[in-house]
C-alpha cells in the first residue's frame, strides 16, 4: 500500500520545528510507520548542498542558491522519500517545494516559470498529500527567531522587506491538500489541528494529489 506524504511548511520562526516534534512523538505512541526527514538535507549530499545554501562565506547567488536546494530535494526524493512511500510508510517532512517558490521566487525574484520546470525535474512530480502551512504575521515570526540565541543563518538574516515577501507567499499559497494553521495559536491546539489533519489523510476520509503529476 502506497504510503502517505505530509509537509509543514511556514516562514522562519513560525513553529515548525516544534510541531513536527509533537507530531513525531503522536506517531510513536499511535505506533506509525514513518519517517521524519527536513529540507535541505537527509543523505550525505543533501547535507553538503545545505552546507552550500546556508554558509554566510561561499555567499551563494540567487540561482546558485536554488539549486543547492533542489540538489538537495532530488537526492532525498530519490533516496528516502519514494522508498519510503513505496513501502507503506507516512514521511513528514519539514519543508518541501514550496518553501523554494516562496524564498527563491517571491524573496529572490527568480522567474516563476523557470523554477517550476527546475523543481519538477528535482521532484520528479512527486507531490505531498498534505501540505501543512503554518501561518503567522512576519514581525512576530521575527520576534521568535530573536529568541532562539543562536546566529542566524543566510535565509534568516535576510532584511525584513524579504521576509514580507516570503511570509505574504506562504500566506497565499493555495493548492491540492494545502491547509492553513494559524500559528499565533497554543502549541497544543496547533498540534491538534495538524493531528486531525493528517488522520483524516490515513484514514482516507480526505483526498490528496496523486502522487505524480
Same mark, same amino acid.
Given at each position: 500500500?502506497?504510503?502517505?506524504?505530509? &509537509?509543514?511548511?511556514?516562514?522562519?520562526? *513560525?513553529? $515548525?520545528?516544534?510541531? !513536527?516534534?509533537? @507530531?513525531? #512523538?503522536?506517531?510513536?505512541?499511535?505506533?506509525?510507520?514513518?519517517? +521524519?526527514?527536513?529540507?535541505? #538535507?537527509?543523505?550525505?549530499?543533501?547535507?553538503?548542498?545545505?552546507?552550500?545554501?546556508?554558509?554566510?562565506?561561499?555567499? /551563494?547567488?540567487?540561482?546558485?542558491?536554488?539549486?543547492?536546494?533542489?540538489? *538537495?530535494? %532530488?537526492d532525498l526524493v530519490e533516496k528516502v522519500i519514494?522508498?519510503?512511500?513505496? *513501502?507503506? $510508510?507516512? &514521511? @513528514?517532512?519539514?519543508?518541501?517545494?514550496?518553501?523554494?517558490? /516562496?524564498?527563491? &521566487?517571491?524573496? =529572490?525574484? @527568480?522567474?516563476?516559470? +523557470?523554477?517550476?520546470? +527546475?523543481?519538477?525535474?528535482?521532484?520528479?512530480?512527486?507531490? /505531498?498529500?498534505?501540505?501543512? !502551512?503554518?501561518? @503567522?504575521?512576519?514581525?512576530? %515570526?521575527?520576534?521568535?527567531?530573536?529568541?532562539?540565541?543562536?546566529?542566524?543563518? =543566510?535565509?534568516?538574516?535576510?532584511?525584513?522587506?524579504?521576509?514580507?515577501?516570503?511570509?505574504? *507567499?506562504f500566506l497565499n499559497a493555495r493548492g491540492p491538500?494545502?491547509?492553513? !494553521?494559524?500559528?499565533?495559536?497554543?502549541?497544543?491546539? !496547533?498540534?491538534?489541528?495538524?493531528?486531525?489533519?493528517?488522520?483524516?489523510?490515513?484514514?482516507?476520509?480526505?483526498?490528496?494529489? +496523486?502522487?505524480?503529476?
Open positions: 500500500m502506497r504510503g502517505s506524504f505530509v &509537509v509543514i511548511e511556514g516562514p522562519d520562526g *513560525a513553529g $515548525k520545528s516544534t510541531l !513536527i516534534t509533537r @507530531l513525531v #512523538g503522536r506517531l510513536g505512541r499511535e505506533g506509525f510507520d514513518y519517517v +521524519a526527514v527536513r529540507e535541505p #538535507g537527509g543523505t550525505p549530499a543533501a547535507e553538503f548542498a545545505r552546507r552550500g545554501a546556508f554558509d554566510h562565506e561561499l555567499d /551563494a547567488s540567487s540561482a546558485a542558491e536554488l539549486f543547492f536546494f533542489l540538489a *538537495a530535494r %532530488a519514494r522508498p519510503s512511500m513505496t *513501502a507503506g $510508510k507516512l &514521511v @513528514l517532512s519539514d519543508r518541501y517545494e514550496l518553501s523554494t517558490f /516562496a524564498y527563491q &521566487v517571491a524573496g =529572490r525574484g @527568480l522567474p516563476d516559470a +523557470a523554477v517550476r520546470t +527546475a523543481n519538477a525535474l528535482a521532484t520528479g512530480g512527486l507531490r /505531498a498529500d498534505l501540505t501543512l !502551512i503554518l501561518d @503567522l504575521p512576519v514581525q512576530a %515570526a521575527r520576534e521568535r527567531r530573536t529568541t532562539r540565541g543562536r546566529n542566524p543563518d =543566510r535565509m534568516e538574516g535576510e532584511d525584513l522587506e524579504f521576509h514580507e515577501r516570503v511570509g505574504e *507567499a491538500g494545502f491547509h492553513h !494553521i494559524d500559528a499565533s495559536g497554543s502549541p497544543d491546539d !496547533i498540534e491538534q489541528e495538524a493531528w486531525d489533519l493528517c488522520r483524516a489523510l490515513v484514514d482516507g476520509t480526505m483526498a490528496g494529489p +496523486a502522487g505524480s503529476t
